[in-house]
């Protein structure tokens, strides 16, 4: 499950990173070739019949390939000291500005479902989003969670909130697969300055 999101974001952003353990990224990677792969098929099979579909599909192949990155990322045993190098080594992405090149966003979906994650997941966010020195754009995170435990989720709010102003998102912003009672809860969340309250 973890390559759908790049696959469905990628070419809507200038660059994903797609982060997971060591032991799965091989997996990741595999799936994102399968996805790119079956995609530039089709685009080809209907070449004759359905030509902007086909352009629709080669586009969105090469911007998924161009665009996508994979790292490992264990949030208990990593650093993100890698990260800004990743982000830097394309030439489409260059800046003057190194911290333009820093996360605008970081999105974890279903990553919280005990309490010996909460405190290193918390912590990798918090990092994430010091990469990016400007304050005027700071780097926001999306949080989807399954509600499977009461417990790790008010443990999750209680360490989010030391280090982040935190929204939970109303139904009025969310798809009816992800309303109340669904279920879910996804929340928005931006680091606090240094020296704000909590």
Same mark, same amino acid.
């Given at each position: 499950?973890?390559?759908?999101?790049?696959?469905?974001?990628?070419?809507?952003?200038?660059?994903?990173?797609? *982060?997971?353990?060591?032991?799965?990224?091989? *997996?990741?990677q595999k %799936?994102?070739?399968?996805? @790119?792969?079956s995609?530039?098929?089709a685009?080809k099979?209907?070449? +004759?019949?359905?030509?902007?579909?086909? +352009?629709?599909?080669?586009?969105?192949?090469?911007?998924?390939?161009?665009?996508?990155?994979?790292m490992?990322?264990?949030? /208990?045993?990593?650093?993100?000291?890698d990260?800004?190098?990743?982000l830097?080594?394309?030439?489409?992405?260059a800046? /003057?500005?190194?911290?333009? %090149?820093?996360?605008n966003i970081?999105?974890? &979906?279903d &990553?919280?479902?005990?309490?010996?994650?909460?405190g290193? =997941?918390?912590?990798?966010?918090?990092?994430?989003?010091?990469?990016?020195?400007? *304050?005027s754009?700071?780097? =926001? &995170?999306?949080?989807?969670?399954?509600l499977?435990?009461?417990?790790? @989720?008010?443990?999750?709010?209680?360490?989010?909130?030391?280090?982040?102003?935190?929204?939970?998102?109303?139904?009025?912003a969310?798809? /009816?697969?992800?309303?109340s009672? &669904?279920? =879910?809860?996804?929340?928005?969340?931006? @680091?606090?300055?240094?020296?704000?309250?909590?």
């Open positions: 499950m973890s390559g759908v999101l790049p696959i469905v974001l990628g070419p809507r952003v200038g660059r994903y990173i797609a *982060t997971d353990q060591a032991y799965v990224l091989k *997996t990741l %799936n994102l070739d399968l996805n @790119l792969a995609t530039h098929s685009s099979g209907d070449k +004759k019949h359905n030509r902007k579909r086909e +352009k629709l599909l080669s586009a969105v192949a090469n911007a998924r390939s161009r665009n996508i990155s994979t490992a990322l264990d949030w /208990e045993l990593d650093a993100i000291d990260l800004p190098r990743l830097r080594s394309a030439d489409d992405y800046s /003057e500005n190194a911290s333009d %090149n820093m996360p970081v999105i974890a &979906c &990553c919280i479902y005990n309490e010996a994650l909460v290193p =997941f918390v912590q990798t966010c918090a990092k994430l989003c010091k990469l990016r020195k400007d *304050t754009k700071p780097t =926001f &995170c999306l949080i989807a969670q399954q499977r435990s009461p417990d790790v @989720l008010q443990e999750w709010l209680s360490a989010m909130i030391r280090q982040f102003r935190i929204w939970r998102l109303t139904d009025d969310l798809s /009816e697969q992800l309303k009672g &669904c279920g =879910f809860v996804v929340h928005l969340a931006i @680091l606090r300055s240094d020296g704000e309250a909590s």
